[in-house]
């Protein structure tokens, strides 16, 4: 069993950068793929990006890409998302989610995802 929690949510104005954590407990954190989410209010969850494992290829969704980055630090089983030149469209609640590498596999829906954390507000300002 793997268990997440996410912090580092925030109200940041447009422009600006925030750091999400997500803390995994349990299994072999290097070996899983580690991927975030966001919902905003009305919407469905959407893909943020991905990384397959540690050490592995990272997928981003065309609306981060060049802005968000993820990294990981396995002594500390945590993953970061750094989010830089927020926009208000950003603003939404964003989620950790793990899964067992699967090679050959690019998971991108949230179907695919075993293991979720409840989730940080972040509010980008105009």
């Known amino acids: 069993q793997v268990q997440l929690v996410e912090s580092g949510g925030g109200l940041v104005q447009a422009g600006g950068s925030l750091r999400l954590s997500c803390a995994a407990s349990g299994r072999i954190f290097s070996t899983y793929t580690m991927a975030w989410f966001r919902q905003a209010p009305g919407k469905e969850r959407e893909f943020v990006l991905t990384?397959?494992?540690?050490?592995?290829?990272?997928y981003y969704a065309d609306s981060v890409k060049g802005r968000f980055t993820i990294s990981r630090d396995n002594a500390k089983n945590t993953v970061y998302l750094q989010m830089n030149s927020l926009k208000p469209e950003d603003t939404a609640v964003y989620y950790c989610?793990?899964?067992?590498?699967?090679?050959?596999?690019?998971?991108?829906?949230?179907?695919?995802?075993?293991?979720w954390g409840q989730g940080t507000q972040v509010t980008v300002s105009a």
């Open positions: 990384n397959t494992w540690s050490g592995g290829t990272t």
């Open positions: 989610a793990a899964r067992s590498f699967r090679k050959g596999t690019t998971p991108l829906s949230p179907g695919e995802y075993n293991y």
